[in-house]
C-alpha cells in the first residue's frame, strides 16, 4: 500500500509521454506528406538561425511590449518546469524535494522560479486585457475568430493555473516546513509563496498537507495535459520555432525559386545555336509532376512545418499592406488554412489504413480562394514580420505558379501581359521591330 502513490506516478507520466509521443509520431508524418526539400546548407548560419530568433527571441523585441512580456513568460516558463525534474523524481521515489542537498544554490533556484512564476502571471493577464478588452487590431481580426480565438486564451488560462498552483503548493510547503511537520525539512526559499502561506495559520497541518499534496498533483497533472495539447493548440511553436528557424530559407528574402526544367527550357530558347524546334534535354528529375501547388502535397515539407510553426500572432496580417488596403489576403489566414488542410489530409490516411483517399476537396479554392492570392503584392513584410521566420509568401508563390501553369487562370490583366511578353518581346502590345522606337527622341 505504501508504494500506491508510486506506482499512480509512473501511469501518470508513461500516460502523458505516451500519448506525447503518440502525437509527435503523427506531427512528423504529416509534415513528411510534403514533398522533399535539401536545407541542409550552411550549418553555421541556421545553427545562429535559431539561437538569435527562437531561443534569443530577437524578432519578438521589435514589438517592445509583446516582445518583453513574451519573454518573461518563455523564460519562466521553461525555467519553473526545470523543477519537473525534481517532482518526477519525488513522485517515482517517495522523496520529498530530492535536489535539497545543494543548500544555497537550490534556495536561489526556489526563489528565482517564484518571481518567475509570479511575472508570468502579471505578463498573462496583460495578454489577455489586450486580446478581450483592449482588442487589439490583430487579434480582433476577422480571420482570428472560433477556436483560434479560443485556444489563446484557453492557454492563458492554463499558464495562469499551473502558476497558481505552483505556488500554493510551495506556500503549503512553506508552512509545514515552519510548524516542523512531518517530512517537510526546511528547502528552498519562497519570497513569493512566503506571503501566501501565513494564510494557512489556524488551520491543521493534516489539512494543509492535503492541500499540499493535491497542488502538486494537479501541477504535474496539468503540465503533462499540457504538454499533449500543444499538438491542437497554435503553441506547439513552443516545440516547433527550433527546427522551422534552423530550417528557414537563408536566401535574400527578394529571391525567387525557378523550376530546373523551366530554366531549361529558357536556356534552349535563348542558344542561337539551338533547334528552335527541339526540346529542352530531359533529365532525371527536372520535369516535375505538377507545377505549382494546389493541395498540401504539393508544398514541400518545409512549408508544411511552418504551417504547424505559427504562432497566429497577426504580425504577418497587419504588416500585409494589401489586407490593410482592404484586400482578402491575410498571411496569417493562409498559415492557419494550410494547416487545417494538412489536418484533414492526415485524418484521412488515419481513416483509410495509411493510404489517402481522394477527398474532392484541395487546398487551392477549399481552402485559399485565387482572389487571395493574387492580392498579394510579393513585398515581403509578412515574411519580415513574423518572429519564428515563417514564409507565408513562399506557398502563395507556389499556388500562383499551379494557377498560371497548370489552370492558365491568371487574372485577364496577366494574361495579357505574358502573351504580349510572348509575342512581342515586351508587356506592351505593339510589333517588336518598334521596340526601340524610343531612342530616335534621344
Known amino acids: 500500500m505504501a508504494y500506491i502513490d508510486n506506482i499512480l506516478f509512473v501511469l501518470l507520466l508513461v500516460a502523458g509521454f505516451g500519448f506525447f509521443a503518440k502525437n509527435v509520431k503523427k506531427l512528423v508524418r504529416n509534415i513528411k506528406l510534403g514533398r522533399a526539400e535539401d536545407r541542409s546548407d550552411n550549418p553555421s548560419a541556421r545553427w545562429n538561425n535559431m539561437a538569435m530568433i527562437a ?3 530577437s524578432k519578438m523585441v521589435r514589438r517592445p ?13 521553461v525555467l519553473i518546469n526545470i523543477e519537473l525534474l525534481e517532482i518526477i523524481a519525488d513522485g517515482v521515489f517517495g522523496t520529498h524535494r530530492l535536489f535539497a542537498f545543494m543548500g544555497g544554490f537550490y534556495n536561489f533556484l526556489i526563489a528565482s522560479f517564484e518571481l518567475l512564476a509570479l511575472g508570468v502571471i502579471v505578463a498573462v493577464v496583460i495578454f489577455w486585457l489586450r486580446r478581450n478588452v483592449i482588442k487589439l487590431w490583430r487579434f480582433a481580426h476577422g480571420d482570428l475568430k472560433g477556436w483560434p480565438k479560443n485556444d489563446a486564451n484557453y492557454i492563458l488560462y492554463f499558464e495562469t493555473v499551473l502558476m497558481f498552483l505552483f505556488l500554493t503548493m ?4 512553506h508552512y509545514l516546513q515552519g510548524v516542523g511537520f512531518g517530512h517537510y525539512h526546511a528547502a528552498g526559499s519562497f519570497p513569493v509563496s512566503g506571503f501566501i502561506s501565513p494564510l494557512f495559520n489556524g488551520i491543521a497541518p493534516e489539512t494543509v498537507e492535503i492541500i499540499e499534496r493535491v497542488c502538486w498533483w494537479l501541477h ?23 527546427p522551422n528557424t534552423y530550417y528557414a530559407k537563408l536566401e535574400p528574402k527578394g529571391k525567387f525559386e525557378n523550376l530546373d526544367s523551366v530554366t531549361a527550357e529558357v536556356k534552349l530558347m535563348m542558344d542561337p545555336n539551338a533547334d528552335p524546334f527541339a526540346a529542352a534535354p530531359a533529365t532525371e528529375g527536372d520535369v516535375p509532376a505538377k507545377f505549382g501547388a494546389s493541395d498540401v502535397q504539393d508544398l514541400s515539407w518545409v512549408q508544411l512545418m511552418n504551417a504547424y510553426t505559427c504562432t497566429e500572432c497577426g504580425r504577418c496580417t497587419s504588416s500585409c499592406p494589401a489586407n490593410l488596403t482592404g484586400k ?11 494547416r487545417d488542410r494538412v489536418e484533414e489530409v492526415g485524418k484521412n490516411i488515419d481513416a483509410n489504413n495509411g493510404t489517402f483517399v481522394d477527398d474532392g476537396k484541395s487546398l487551392l479554392n477549399d481552402y485559399i480562394t485565387p482572389e487571395e492570392l493574387w492580392a498579394c503584392t510579393t513585398c515581403n513584410g509578412c515574411v519580415e514580420a513574423c518572429p519564428v521566420n515563417i514564409d507565408p509568401l513562399s506557398i502563395i508563390m507556389d499556388m500562383r505558379r499551379y494557377l498560371v501553369m497548370e489552370q492558365s487562370a491568371a487574372p485577364t490583366e496577366l494574361n495579357g501581359m505574358m502573351s504580349n511578353i510572348e509575342n512581342n518581346g515586351a508587356p506592351w502590345q505593339y510589333s517588336q521591330m518598334d521596340r526601340l522606337n524610343w531612342k530616335e527622341e534621344l
Open 55 to 57: 531561443l534569443g527571441q
Open 220 to 242: 504535474i497533472t496539468g503540465i503533462l495535459i499540457f504538454m499533449n495539447y500543444l499538438y491542437y493548440s497554435k503553441h506547439l511553436h513552443i516545440l516547433l520555432a527550433f
Open 328 to 338: 482578402k489576403l491575410s498571411p496569417r489566414a493562409i498559415m492557419m488554412k494550410t
Open 65 to 77: 511590449v509583446a516582445g518583453i512580456l513574451h519573454i518573461i513568460v518563455y523564460v519562466g516558463f
Open 170 to 173: 510551495n506556500a503549503a510547503d
